[in-house]
């Protein structure tokens, strides 16, 4: 398996050392496969303050409640337009019921 890895390597150096040449060639397999491609090397500044999540914490838990029930309530309804439908389907279906426990049952 490793050798004809390394056939298709020196196939592949055959045919573009015609065009570029060798040094070209070698050049550019030690740049983009040894050392990565030159955009990986870019140093990237990016603004960033630790505080944002403290100070959008309290609209957070406005729109999604404070652990997420309201966004999950959300997602149960759906987004095609019939979400008053199956809330009221859903309230008739838990009616007497508990967190999913039935406790008029013994």
């Not at 809330?87 to 008739?92: F, H, T």
């Amino acid at each position: 398996m490793k050798t004809l890895h390394c056939l298709k390597i020196l196939f592949f150096l055959g045919l573009i050392s015609s065009s570029l040449g060798a040094l070209q060639v070698i050049r550019d397999l030690v740049e983009f496969n040894v050392a990565g491609h030159p955009v990986l090397h870019k140093t990237q500044p990016w603004p960033f303050d630790p505080e944002v999540g403290k100070r959008r914490s309290r609209q957070y838990q406005e729109l999604n409640g404070v652990l997420g029930e309201k966004a999950i309530e959300r997602l149960g309804l759906g987004i095609d337009g019939y979400d008053r439908e199956r809330l009221a389907e859903q309230r008739e279906r838990d009616a007497g019921h508990l967190n999913g426990v039935d406790y008029l049952t013994p």
